[in-house]
Structure formats: structure tokens, C-alpha cells
């Protein structure tokens, strides 16, 4: 039985539980040293194994790595990189074979989206190409839930929890002071294509009335009248208006609304923030007092509302990736399968990289209700499982305890290589 | 021994534990039934008791009741609405009178910051003029902990808590990013005038180069090329900057920095924000790639992350505003009294009504570091206790369980009146 080390690296915006994955890779690999040496990380993603910056996590503790299932972001780094073909990224590809070799990496597992299973892909096939024998494994994650095959992303879950509870929550405090003062609420959420994230605040609105009363997804085009119209309705029916908005909603020509409208007062357009524009329209059509919140990265780092079933797939998905190296599998990505959904069980399932990469799962039309504000019952089937149960991080002096791991350098064995 | 109902009214911006405040008052006057008729609530604050609308809190079970203590925002609605002096608002000072005669109410607990208090002072000082025998009680609440004599507010614990968490959990997400991603992140909190929410930022920051690394207050006036300087240190020393800052950050013409500078498409001056402003800066200046987040109502209605200390509190004031009542106290609110830092014990006292009203509590120099981007060890001692503990609130299905009470109206005995 040949051995070999293992190279893992996480790869693009992190999430709240994209550690708990790492953790699962780390224990399960530590379990299994007859036939994996040790975990090296890449610092900083892919660019760390191209730079040939490694990580040594055989020096951490088992109790720092256990710690990383409830520590959020990426804790060796992560990189927004994307290798080319292999064709354009030749040099790049070879550089990363030379580090394999160097360091004995038979394994190669990429945590991250839709880019990073395209990387994962490429190198899947240097296999062949170069005869150096690796197997790479892509373990899936996302905040934005659009990756295909599987049902459904590890790091959504949470960020769909964070979403769901704070609408709720901004939702009660509207409802309190809307008789004097704020009518209308406007929280905007991640999702630059899909809308998944801004769906998962449907969740909190169990009944006819409870916020939030409007949901404007990027696979529906804003329309301005339309919106206003619901907006006056809701105020009339309710006292307010609670909406959650994704920052990828688009107009009708297809530009953003965030980069449609405002200017700073040296006249450069202002980055980010379709909250504020929508707050403005608001306020300038119906004359309600507003306010507006953006969530930004809060939402995805929010490991302290973070959902118990997402990090439990989180851990899911490493523990798998491991186990499929070992059964010799190459080229492929451990998936969520949904088994059934009262009661909710799910089980770990194997999906064919070539089939996951550059593939983006937008909302199907029918998760999404006829005015194009709210979600479907068929959706909130779908969605309500993946918030569920609780699964709070170690607190001491009122703060969370999170692990920074001691990541302590390899030494490089080849010439410096800039990326 | 007389019996009588008792008023109760929420006032000014929400909190995580203003309802906590309700549950101690409503449950306290339920224990002394022998003194205390019903507890009747403003609906929307002090504009229910003008316009008679009040709700019978008899109404509402036990564990209705009980479900407030972990339920955020006003129950029973709150307003922003300030009565002016007696002189000018006869009308209005009259027309209380005659509900709480129609209706029978001794005590008057009004639960707010600054200008309830003042409020809460003149209706206390109506029962000498008219006659009319009643005892107005002062409970405090608000976020920006700006309220003097007591050592701090009920509602800050918890907002503190939301700020220090979430700055924890976004300093890890860019320190993972920061490599070939966001360099620089902003996180705008509440306190118009005191800088309290953001210095509670700081809590976080446990040791050197730890997030956030600049904390933007609204005492010191915002000197752009020493914060300027500053990021491009921090981004050099720990590879990123994580920023927390006042909504109320001005310049030094003494202009909100919020409403300084941008317009939308339309010229219209843009509503809020400061945390755009600073990022824009710094994207322009230092040319760093940014991100930034605007907390808004969700801070304060954070109750999922609420400190425990904050809800002891915020219901040990409810309470004791009963007992003060009882006792015969009028023209007073309960105080909170640090009895020790180490280990943390606290008592409830009692503050004259006349020392509370209209004083605003600003960060004292000492507690702002020399450069006046952090706080100081004194600051910290102070803060630390009140973010401490955690009392999570029921969930089921993912999601916390938050009351809606029935809020059944009282049939009014008077004519309308329009406040």
C-alpha cells in the first residue's frame, strides 16, 4: 500500500463552517496515517501551492483542529485565483506538479465553488497527461448554493440561518416603531446571481403578514412600479414593509441596480450597496421613512447563528473527500442527497467533476411565487431543513472562541515561483 | 390601602430587552395584586395614553408574559415623541390626566432613554399641580448607553455583544481574503453622539494586531490623513484592516460624515452611511480593495446574540420600578450600581428624576486611547461585564421563537384625541 501526502486548500469567499470541512479532512486523514502522511495546506489557496507555501497541519493539536468545526472563515487563507486551461496556464500547471512531487502530495483536495471544481478538474487530468499519479477531490463550497448535483452547498445553510433570523428579528423592530417613525426596512444579502440567500429570508415569514413581505432575487427583473405598488400595499395592510433584497438585482437593461444610480460627491460612482438605492426610491416615491442595513460579510462569517445541519454537511463533506481518495477515486466531489424531507435525512452522494464545473444553479421559476416577491411552498420545503438546529461556538468573557491555528511553514524545497 | 392600574409605555428606538423590562414590570405587579389593578400598555408608547388606546396586559398568559424576557424589539409598539413643557403642551399634559382618571392609573412606568425621562419628570410633577395622584416611575433603555447616573443601560449589553461578535467574525473572514482579495473592511454601527456601540467593537481585539484595528468614534472628530495613515500601517503589519464606526463620525466642520458627501443619479443628498464613505476613501486613496457592512436595526435587535448580563438587567429595572411604586416612590428610575469589577456584581439603586433628564453621557477621554482609534484599558474594564453570558432565545424549525402578544385594546371611556 503505497503513501502519500495530502494537499488541501481552500478556495474563494470563505464561509462560517468552510473550516468544519478542513477539520473533517484533518481528523479523518489522521485516522488513516498508514496511508496518508500528513496534511499539507495551502497558504492562501491554490497560490500557495504554486508558491510552494505550505502549511504543516500535522503541528497542530488535535484540539486546535477540533476546534476549527465551529471557527468560521478560511484558516490557512483562501484566494479569489483561477487557473486558465491548461493549454493557456501550462507553466502554472507544471509548477504545481513540481511541488506535488516535491513534497510527496498523492492527494489533492480544493475546498471550494464552481471555479475552484474547474481547477480541481484540470488537475484531475494531469494525472493522465503527465503520469504523475494524483487525485484530486473537490469538496463543495459555497455561500451562494449554486453549485449543481448536489442539493444543496455546505456554507449556505448558515448564511440562509443568519438571513432568516435577522429579517426576523429587524422585522419586529420595524413593526415597533412604524406608527412614528421607520415604515420601510430594506436588508440586502448576498447573491450576485442567484438568489438563493435573499430566498432564505422567505423562511421567517410563516404567516400571511410577518416580514419579510418582499424578496427581490436577481433572477427577477426589478421592476420599479411593481415593487413600489407592493411596497404601499404592505404599508397599508401591515403598518410597514420588510425587504430583503440580493446585492445582484438587476433592471431591466441588465446593469446592477447598485452601480445604476449613485455618485459620490466627487463624482465616482459608489461600489456596492443596492440597499441604499432601493431605500432612495422609497423615499422619494411613497415619502416613507426608511432605513436599510448591509449585511455584507457579517452574514457569511456568522458562525454564532451558524445552522447545526450545515455543519454537520460541512464536516460531511471533508470526512468524505478523504474517504473517497482512499478508495481510490479521482476526479470527482462528495454531494449532499436528500433522502427525504419529513423527517429531513440526507446522506453523502458522489458527483463527476466534469459535470460540476462552470455549472451555475440559479432558482428554478417555480421556487418563486407568480408576482416574483415571495417564495413557493415547494421552496420552503426545500429550504427549511438546511437552518435547522443550533450549534453554537465556545464562548468565554461574552466572545466566541475561535481557533487561529499556529500554521507553521514547510521549507520550500524549490526555486521561488510567482504566481 | 389604595389600589390602582399601572401605565406602562415603550419609548424611542427598540431594543434586544426592552420587552425583558416589560415582562420584570408585568410579572412584579401581577405578584401584588392586592396593589396593583391591571397593567395597562400604550400602544405605541405615550401616543396610546393620548389617544386612549391602551392594551390590557390581564389579557395576556403567563407564558405570553414570560416569552417577552426573550423576545426583542416593543411589544406593545413604541414612538418617537417628545411632550414639551407643561406650558406648552397644557392640552396634551391635561388629556393624560383624564385618561389616567377614565382609567384609573396610579403609576405611570414609562421605559426609554433621555427624553422619556424627561417625560417620565413632567408627569411626575403633574400630581402637585392638578392634584391628581400619581407616581411616575422611569425605566431605563437604550442602545447608546448615554444615560447618566446609572453605570450603564439596559438594551447596550447586548447591542455591544452584537458589535464585538461581529467584528470578531469579520476580521477572521478578511484575514482569510486579505492575500489576493479584500484588504479593508468597515462596519457601521449605531450612537449619533456617543461613541459607546463602536468602542465595544474593541472587545474584541484581546491581543495586538487583532480586529478591529480602527475604531472611528463620534468624540473625536475624523482627521482623514491620520486614519488614512493608520490603515495603510495595519494592512502593512497584519496584511488587513478591519474598521467599526459611528454612524456619527463627523468632520471637523462638524458635518456627519454620512451626509458630507454622496448624492444619487438624481442630486439627491444619500441618507446614511458613513461606512460607504470611509470605504470609498479609501479605496481612492489608498487604492486597497474594500468591503463594508451597515448593521442598522439588526444590532439592536439582535436578541439571538443578546448578553445575558443585559437581560438580567433590562428585567431587574422592570421589576424594581414596581417595588419603587409600591414603596411610594415618585419621580425616580432605577439605576444600575457596579458594585465590583472583578468578580463583576452589580445592585439595583435609584436615581432622581430631575438628575436624568435631557443629560447625555459621552465616552470620557480616558476611555479613548492618545491616537483615538482604540480604547483603553479603563474602557475595557468597564465594558467587558456587559457583554457577558449568553441566554439564547427557544428556536424551533431553525428559527427563534419570538411573542406576539394579542395586545387587546381597552374600551375607551373619552371623546378622540388627536395628539
Avoid at 449543481?148 to 448564511?159: E, L, M, Y
Avoid at 435573499?198 to 426589478?222: M, Q, S
Wanted: aromatic share 8%; proline share 4%; charged share 25%.
Amino acid at each position: 500500500m503505497t503513501k502519500s501526502n495530502a494537499f488541501y486548500a481552500q478556495s474563494g469567499g470563505v464561509t462560517a463552517v468552510i473550516n468544519a470541512s478542513a477539520c473533517g479532512v484533518i481528523e479523518t486523514a489522521r485516522k488513516h496515517k498508514d496511508r496518508i502522511g500528513k496534511v499539507l495546506a495551502g497558504r492562501n489557496g491554490i497560490i500557495g501551492a504554486l508558491s510552494e507555501e505550505l502549511i504543516d497541519t500535522s503541528r497542530e493539536s488535535a484540539r486546535d483542529i477540533a476546534a476549527l468545526r465551529h471557527t468560521p472563515s478560511g484558516a490557512f487563507g483562501s484566494c479569489r485565483y483561477k487557473l486558465k486551461s491548461l493549454e493557456e496556464s501550462r507553466r502554472e500547471y507544471e509548477r504545481l506538479i513540481e511541488v506535488f512531487k516535491a513534497h510527496d502530495i498523492g492527494y489533492f483536495f480544493y475546498n471550494g465553488g464552481g471555479d475552484s471544481a474547474d481547477t480541481c478538474l484540470k488537475i484531475s487530468q494531469l494525472s493522465k497527461r503527465t503520469g504523475y499519479p494524483i487525485q484530486a477531490i473537490h469538496i463543495p463550497k459555497t455561500v451562494d448554493n449554486d453549485l449543481p448535483v448536489t442539493d444543496n452547498c455546505p456554507g449556505f445553510g448558515s448564511v440562509a440561518k443568519y438571513v432568516a433570523v435577522s429579517i426576523r428579528e429587524a422585522g419586529f423592530d420595524v413593526a415597533s416603531m412604524a406608527k412614528t417613525s421607520t415604515k420601510v426596512f430594506i436588508m440586502e444579502v448576498m447573491g450576485r446571481h442567484a438568489g438563493w440567500i435573499a430566498a432564505a429570508g422567505g423562511l421567517a415569514a410563516e404567516k400571511a403578514g410577518d416580514p419579510p413581505h418582499v424578496i427581490l432575487l436577481p433572477e427577477i427583473t426589478f421592476n420599479e412600479k411593481r415593487f413600489l405598488a407592493k411596497v404601499k400595499r404592505c404599508v397599508k395592510d401591515y403598518g410597514y414593509c420588510a425587504v430583503v433584497v440580493s446585492e445582484g438585482l438587476r433592471n431591466r437593461d441588465g446593469q446592477f441596480l447598485s452601480e445604476a444610480g449613485s455618485r459620490d460627491a466627487f463624482g465616482h460612482a459608489q461600489l456596492g450597496g443596492v440597499a441604499p438605492v432601493i431605500a432612495a426610491l422609497v423615499n422619494r416615491e411613497l415619502g416613507f421613512k426608511y432605513h436599510w442595513a448591509v449585511a455584507d460579510y457579517l452574514q457569511r462569517a456568522a458562525r454564532h447563528v451558524a445552522s447545526r445541519t450545515d455543519v454537520e454537511q460541512a464536516y460531511a463533506v471533508g470526512k468524505a473527500a478523504v474517504e473517497f481518495a482512499l478508495q481510490g477515486k479521482n476526479s470527482v466531489m462528495p454531494t449532499i442527497v436528500r433522502k427525504s424531507n419529513k423527517p429531513y435525512r440526507w446522506a453523502i452522494g458522489s458527483a463527476r467533476l466534469a459535470r460540476v464545473a462552470n455549472v451555475e444553479k440559479l432558482m428554478p421559476r417555480n421556487f418563486i411565487d407568480k408576482e416574483g416577491f415571495a417564495i413557493t411552498a415547494r421552496c420552503r420545503t426545500y429550504l427549511a431543513p438546511l437552518i435547522r438546529g443550533e450549534d453554537y461556538p465556545p464562548y468565554k468573557n461574552g466572545l466566541p472562541q475561535y481557533v487561529t491555528l499556529k500554521n507553521v511553514a514547510v521549507k520550500p524545497k524549490l526555486e521561488a515561483f510567482r504566481p
